[in-house]
Nanobody
Framework: QVQLVESGGGLVQPGGSLRLSCAAS????????MGWYRQAPGKQRELVAY???????NYADSVKGRFTISRDNAKNTVYLQMNSLKPEDTAVYYC???????????????WGQGTQVTVSS
């Protein structure tokens, strides 16, 4: 079994910064793409950013230039540095990873439990 544990959420004023972390643990042979999604109240879950194993990244238009995704493959951890935060960034942020538990296992998709980010004065 694979667990994704997020940390780093909280309350921040507009214009402030937060750094989210997500560490994967358990039966892990390999991790492919890792990403962050978010879900605001009354809205669908949306992709924020993702990063491939070789470091290629992709961002939602709404966060380009403000958020930076990175990963540490040795620690099975993905990060999301969020700068110039806006009230519309308020949401529960979820970590996602594509994981192969063993060499012969199929790729499986895992989610973290979510961490709340609130941007408010």
């Amino acid at each position: 079994q694979v667990q994704l544990v997020e940390s780093g959420g909280g309350l921040v004023q507009p214009g402030g910064s937060l750094r989210l972390s997500c560490a994967a643990s358990g039966s892990i042979f390999s991790i492919s793409t890792m990403g962050w999604y978010r879900q605001a109240p009354g809205k669908q879950r949306e992709l924020v950013a993702y990063i491939t194993k070789d470091g290629s990244t992709n961002y939602a238009d709404s966060v380009k230039g403000r958020f930076t995704i990175s990963r540490d493959n040795a620690k099975n951890t993905v990060y999301l540095q969020m700068n110039s935060l806006k009230p519309e960034d308020t949401a529960v942020y979820y970590c996602n990873a594509a994981v192969k538990a063993f060499v012969s296992s199929p790729w499986a998709n895992y989610w973290g439990q979510g961490t709340q980010v609130t941007v408010s004065s």
